[in-house]
């Protein structure tokens, strides 16, 4: 005899939500790698666009934060891509990351809706002490 769970009626959406945040360290030590994690991010932010075949639909929302110590470029949270892809490209010329500061600067600032699963990810070559 197993355990079985039965959701309330009413509790399962049948879209599931996402809002996704890319906080993305331009400091001068990412140089090296920085176009790469843009193209990367770029190829993912087109594969949402273009959806997947046969799997569940996904309202989705991304948001970007390209960050140094010197400057936050915030791209809030939209289904529209084009400022998004805009802004990609652009960095700061800090020296340094601040990486705990930009993770709490796109939790408070970013206009997550309610019942989405909130994605934050994180691109810097920092270590999060």
Known sequence: M??????????????????????IDNSGS????IEGVRAT?????????AGVEGQS??????GLLNYSDVEFIFVDLAKD???????LGQGTDGWDEF?????DYAISNASWRM????????????TLS
Not at 57 to 62: L, N, S, Y
Not at 120 to 126: L, Y
């Open 2 to 23: 197993g355990l079985q769970i039965k959701p309330k009626t009413g509790q399962i959406q049948s879209t599931k939500m996402a809002d996704i945040m890319f906080c």
């Open 30 to 33: 990412m140089s090296s790698c």
């Open 41 to 49: 991010v770029s190829a993912f932010v087109s594969s949402l666009e």
């Open 57 to 62: 639909p996904v309202d989705w929302q991304i």
């Open 81 to 87: 891509t084009s400022n998004f892809k805009a802004r």
């Open 99 to 103: 990486t705990p500061g930009a993770i």
């Open 115 to 126: 019942g989405a699963q909130r994605v934050i990810v994180v691109f810097t070559d920092a």
